[in-house]
């Protein structure tokens, strides 16, 4: 099934009329999107609130201060994090009354599979989850009819922009890599929220949200750059041009526009030099998301074969 969708979707790519890749063609292109409702995007930030809440009350009953201690994360961490829980909690409750009061149901806490095993492990997942949901609200922010969720909104992602920097800083990485931080699509998110979820409750209203194939970085040495050749795997699809011939690229999105690559196709995958951004467009830096396409003009959610997938260049 996902092999079929990876080729149908690189077969409309094939046939869709090129545009610039500038800035405003992408913008153009995502409020062209089929109308989703402040009530979706809502719930949509909701979805992911539930999943960051389990998370940090899941990981605070998993390990002890003295287990993240032990692994490298002194106090006051072990505090931070329960700040951070706390934070997360109280988001799924402003938001789920947010709903209450417009008169809309609200999306109910699923099961999840996080997949941590130990308090690295924890804190490593924590960045990414962290840089997703800045890229979530950043990303939804255009889609906001309404001044007041607006507001409402950008008051959430400022918070979680320190989250990531508070735990990126406690990772050795740097706390702000880039002057800009990258915009998601709901599709492009939700991509990347699924392989956590295992179950939502029957009666959760449906989101107007699809899931692309997975695309994932193979392990590095941690040592990502621009210009370094790295690979990306397609371990649910068999991504190919439609008519066996036509290049693929890697879209390395960013806020300024898609910066494409050709990727080349080997086993289980491709390999793709990580770009440099054009002159004047915002940096490949920080938590990086690079999604295949069947053309170098534009990234839309019709365009998507596979990704994003989710790794950290160095500058
Ligand atoms: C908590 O521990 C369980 C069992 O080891 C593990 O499956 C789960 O991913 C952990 N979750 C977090 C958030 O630490
Ligand atoms: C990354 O590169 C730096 C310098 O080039 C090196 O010191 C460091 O050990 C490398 N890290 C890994 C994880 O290989
Ligand atoms: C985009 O593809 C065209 C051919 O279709 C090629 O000439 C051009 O160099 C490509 N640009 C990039 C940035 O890959």
Not at 248 to 260: D, L, Q, S
């Amino acid at each position: 099934m996902k092999t079929g969708f990876a080729v149908a979707a690189l077969a409309a790519v094939a046939a869709a009329a090129p545009g610039t890749p500038s800035m405003t063609n992408r913008m153009k292109i995502r409020q062209a999107a089929p109308a989703v409702t402040d009530a979706d995007i809502l719930n949509y930030a909701l979805t992911l609130e539930h999943l960051e809440d389990k998370f940090y009350r899941e990981g605070l009953s998993n390990f002890t201060a003295d287990q993240f201690a032990s692994a490298g994360f002194p106090a006051p961490f072990y505090d931070n994090l329960k700040e951070i829980s706390s934070d997360e909690q109280t988001h799924v409750a402003f938001l789920t009354a947010a709903l209450k009061a417009a008169g809309y149901p609200a999306v109910q806490e699923c099961t999840y599979a996080f997949g941590v095993t130990d308090p690295k492990t924890f804190v490593m997942t924590s960045s990414i989850l962290e840089g997703v949901g800045i890229s979530a609200y950043l990303g939804a922010a255009a889609e906001i009819m309404s001044a007041t969720y607006l507001t409402a909104a950008g008051s959430i992602l400022t918070v979680e922009s320190r989250h990531s920097a508070y735990i990126r800083s406690s990772l050795g990485e740097s706390p702000f890599p880039s002057p800009f931080d990258v915009p998601l699509t709901l599709d492009e998110v939700y991509t990347l929220a699924a392989p956590f979820i295992v179950e939502c409750p029957s009666d959760n209203p449906e989101l107007p949200v699809k899931s692309f194939p997975t695309l994932m970085s193979a392990p590095t040495n941690g040592n990502i750059t621009v210009g370094k050749t790295i690979t990306l795997l397609t371990p649910d699809s068999v991504v190919k041009p439609a008519d066996g011939s036509s290049q693929i690229y890697a879209a390395f999105i960013t806020v300024t526009g898609p910066v494409f690559t050709p990727a080349t196709a080997v086993d289980g995958g491709f390999t793709v030099t990580v770009p440099m951004a054009p002159k004047g467009g915002a940096p490949i830096s920080g938590q990086t998301y690079a999604v295949l396409t069947g053309c170098n003009t534009t990234v839309t959610d019709e365009t998507v074969a596979a990704g994003p997938a989710v790794f950290e260049v160095r500058m």
